[in-house]
């Protein structure tokens, strides 16, 4: 599913939702996630993230959040936290360029 949304247009309710159950599968029958990380995502969302998840191999590393029209809001809440934070935007990906 996700990818089929990759191929066509995004829908970002649905990108969200499904950002949000992946990590509630981690976090919840999985156990890889961390109350830090949990907290930080619930943050997030209550300031406008449709969606969140841990990334990497677990453990508390790190997260992301899935924010479009709100990445300010977030990023504020964020900071006032003092968590620390980075804004990453979705780009074309790798290409060849030939001379």
């Not at 499904?18 to 990380?37: F, K, V």
């Not at 997260?63 to 977030?74: E, S």
Request: net charge negative; hydrophobic share 35%.
């Amino acid at each position: 599913e996700g990818l089929d949304m990759l191929r066509g247009s995004i829908d970002p309710q649905r990108l969200g939702a499904m950002l949000n159950e992946e990590h509630r599968i981690l976090s919840e029958t999985l156990g890889i996630s961390t109350p830090a990380i949990d907290s930080i995502l619930t943050d997030c969302l209550e300031a406008g993230a449709l969606g969140g998840k841990i990334n990497g191999s677990g453990g508390g590393g790190t997260c992301f959040c899935y924010a479009p029209g709100r990445v300010d809001a977030v990023s504020e809440m964020l900071t006032a936290k003092k968590v620390r934070h980075f804004r990453i935007h979705k780009d074309s990906g790798a290409r060849l360029e030939m001379n």
